[in-house]
C-alpha cells in the first residue's frame, strides 16, 4: 500500500525558517507527481504547487509563487515545502497528495499524508 | 484561473435521507473533475474521479455525475459516518483547483 508520511507538527515564530516534509512508501515514488494543499484554520483546501521527483520539475500557483519552496530528495522518496520566513497568515494544516496518473498532473490526488500543523505565532 | 463554487455551504439532514451536492465551474472542464471527503481531524478522501467514477473502495450510494461546468455528487441514503465537508476540485486546467466545500450536517 502506497503511503505518504508527514513530518510532525511545529510551532514557530515569525521570521522563523521552517521546512517541513513528506515521504513515501513505494518504489515508484519518483513516477508521480507529488502536490501540496493547505487548509487555513476552519477553511477549505487550497492547492499550493506541485513537484516531479523524477527531474525536480516544480510549478506554483501564482499566488504561492515566492512564498514558499517545493523541492525534492530522490534518494530518500522526500519532498519537501519550505519557507525562508514564516508568517502568522502561515499558520495552517499543510497536506501532500500524490496526483494519481504516473507522470501527470492532469490527475486526481488519490493518495494523501495525514498532514502537518504548522503554527507560527507573532 | 478556473474559479470552483460550491453549493449550498452547508446542508442540514437527516441519516437515511437523500443527498445531491452541487459544484460549478468557470470553464468547461469536460469531465476532470473529482470529489473528496473530509472527516474533522482526517486528511481529504478520494471519492469520485471523472465526474463520476467511485474510487477504489468507495460505497456505491456515492454517485457523481456532470459534465462541462455543471457537476453534482449524490449519496443515495445517507449514513452517519457521511457527515462530513465534501470538496470539488477540478484538473483540468493549470492550476488545478478546490471548491469552498458543502458541510453536510445532521439535521
Known amino acids: 500500500e502506497v503511503q505518504l508520511v508527514q513530518s510532525r507538527s511545529e510551532v514557530k515564530k515569525s521570521g522563523e525558517f521552517l521546512k517541513i516534509s513528506c515521504k513515501g512508501s513505494?518504489?515508484?515514488?519518483?513516477?508521480?507527481?507529488i502536490g501540496w494543499v493547505r487548509q487555513m484554520p476552519g477553511k477549505g483546501l487550497e492547492w499550493m504547487g506541485i513537484?516531479?521527483?523524477?527531474?525536480?520539475?516544480?510549478r506554483y500557483r501564482p499566488s504561492f509563487q515566492g512564498q514558499v519552496t517545493i523541492s525534492v530528495d530522490r534518494s530518500t522518496s522526500t519532498a519537501y515545502l519550505q519557507w525562508n520566513s514564516l508568517k502568522a497568515s502561515d499558520t495552517a494544516i499543510y497536506y501532500c497528495?500524490?496526483?494519481?496518473?504516473?507522470?501527470?498532473?492532469?490527475?486526481?490526488?488519490?493518495?494523501w499524508g495525514q498532514g502537518t500543523t504548522v503554527t507560527v505565532s507573532s | 484561473e478556473v474559479v470552483m463554487t460550491q453549493s449550498p455551504a452547508t446542508l442540514s439532514v437527516s441519516p437515511g435521507e437523500r443527498v445531491t451536492l452541487s459544484c460549478r465551474a468557470s470553464q468547461n472542464l469536460i469531465t476532470n473533475l473529482a470529489w473528496y471527503q473530509q472527516k474533522p481531524g482526517q486528511a481529504p478522501r478520494l471519492l469520485i474521479i471523472?465526474?463520476?467514477t467511485r474510487a477504489t473502495g468507495i460505497p456505491a450510494r456515492f454517485s457523481g455525475s456532470g459534465s462541462g461546468t455543471e457537476f453534482t455528487l449524490t449519496i443515495s441514503s445517507l449514513q452517519s459516518e457521511d457527515f462530513a465537508v465534501y470538496y470539488c476540485?477540478?484538473?483540468?486546467?493549470?492550476?488545478?483547483?478546490f471548491g469552498q466545500g458543502t458541510k453536510v450536517e445532521i439535521k
Open positions: 513505494a518504489d515508484s515514488f519518483t513516477t508521480y507527481w
Open positions: 513537484i516531479y521527483p523524477d527531474d525536480s520539475d516544480t
Open positions: 471523472g465526474a463520476s
Open positions: 497528495a500524490r496526483h494519481s496518473r504516473p507522470g501527470s498532473w492532469y490527475a486526481e490526488m488519490d493518495v
Open positions: 476540485q477540478q484538473y483540468n486546467n493549470w492550476p488545478p483547483a
